[in-house]
């Protein structure tokens, strides 16, 4: 596998992502996002009025303001510029009261009060130090908050691309970690157990774990060739966990 840093990788996210795809994904996410993760993240967080909630890795900003829209005290972090620059830039206009702060999450700054809830939406798997991250994370909870995670299922990373050119869906590695080229950066595979694993590591206790699967109606509507193999199998792991205390 290459040796990225987090450096490099935070470099071509910066890069890959226009001003118009921005924009375009400004409410609430891609296609993916709308349909199977912030769906399932939401009812994971449960009412978050008036809770203090990070938004771990917040790209464009679309799942801040899904918070703040619901009562949240959102901070959102962010170290592409790109990607923080459009994040202020969008709260600047609509004013919800959300503060961006642009670090890394392996290097967290200090952020104040601790969060109720950590929300780190598809972002583990893009992060080459993700161990830290992570710990980062769950060193920014209350004594008893939540986090919060979504990655791409390590079990079926391909699961579109391969449906639609095989008709089922086909994996040749697993257990090794590896570098996956991905449409705007790489994503790194890591088996699901190394993920969980780190989570009882850092003494958080496990509250559920989500694999959800399109509704059959929205694929078919969608027209798009492959997109069944979501109703049938998991493209998305979520995690939610509850910090000691």
Not at 13 to 35: I, L, P, V
């Amino acid at each position: 596998m290459t040796e990225w840093t987090n450096e490099a990788a935070i470099r071509r996210w910066d890069s890959a992502n226009t001003r118009q795809y921005m924009a375009a994904t400004a409410e609430d996410g891609d296609f993916a996002k709308r349909h199977l993760v912030n769906p399932v993240l939401l009812r994971l967080l449960g009412d978050v009025s008036g809770k203090r909630v990070l938004d771990a890795g917040c790209g464009n900003g679309y799942f801040s303001r899904m918070l703040a829209d619901r009562g949240a005290q959102v901070v959102g972090v962010e170290p592409a510029d790109s990607l923080f620059a459009f994040a202020r830039d969008t709260e600047t206009g609509r004013r919800q009261g959300i503060e961006y702060v642009q670090a890394e999450l392996a290097r967290l700054p200090e952020l104040g009060a601790a969060f109720d809830a950590v929300a780190c939406s598809m972002v583990l798997m893009a992060i080459p130090e993700w161990q830290p991250a992570m710990r980062a994370c769950v060193e920014a909870l209350r004594p008893g908050g939540q986090f919060v995670f979504a990655i791409v299922h390590p079990a079926f990373e391909g699961l579109w691309g391969t449906w639609r050119d095989h008709g089922e869906y086909r994996m040749r590695r697993y257990l090794a970690e590896y570098e996956i080229t991905g449409q705007h950066a790489p994503d790194f595979h890591r088996p699901v157990s190394a993920y969980l694993n780190e989570l009882a590591s850092l003494g958080c206790r496990l509250h559920e774990v989500a694999e959800p699967g399109l509704d059959p109606a929205v694929a078919a509507e969608s027209g798009v060739p492959g997109i069944e193999s979501y109703v049938h199998l998991p493209n998305f792991l979520l995690v939610s966990a509850y910090a000691n205390g």
